[in-house]
């Protein structure tokens, strides 16, 4: 059984900033790309950032220059680190990994979110 599971969230000012850690465990043979999603109320949820096995990143166009995702491989932990954060970046984060557990299962999995609220 693998499990996501997310910290870090709470409640920051905006220009403040936080770090948050999704810590996976389980029966791990491997993980590709592992990411962070958010969602607003009332929006859909979006990508705001990944990083490859090979340590290549994506990031949201409006995230660009402010978040910095990161992974330990040793110790299957993604990070988000979010500075200059504002109002705009209110919503549940969750991460997700794309993870082998055997020979045939590969899938993706998802944490259970934590919630991110930057006042203005």
């Known amino acids: 059984q693998v499990q996501l599971v997310e910290s870090g969230g709470g409640l920051v000012q905006a220009g403040g900033s936080l770090r948050l850690s999704c810590v996976i465990s389980?029966?791990?043979?491997?993980?590709?790309?592992m990411g962070w999603y958010r969602q607003a109320p009332g929006k859909q949820r979006e990508l705001v950032a990944e990083i490859s096995s090979g340590d290549s990143t994506n990031y949201e166009d409006s995230v660009q220059g402010r978040f910095t995702i990161s992974r330990d491989n040793a110790n299957n932990i993604v990070y988000l680190q979010m500075n200059s954060l504002k109002p705009e970046d209110t919503a549940v984060y969750y991460c997700?990994?794309?993870?082998?557990?055997?020979?045939?299962?590969?899938?993706?999995?998802w944490g259970q979110g934590t919630q991110v609220t930057v006042s203005s």
């Open positions: 997700n990994a794309d993870i082998r557990t055997s020979f045939v299962n590969q899938r993706v999995y």
């Open positions: 389980g029966s791990i043979l491997s993980i590709k790309t």
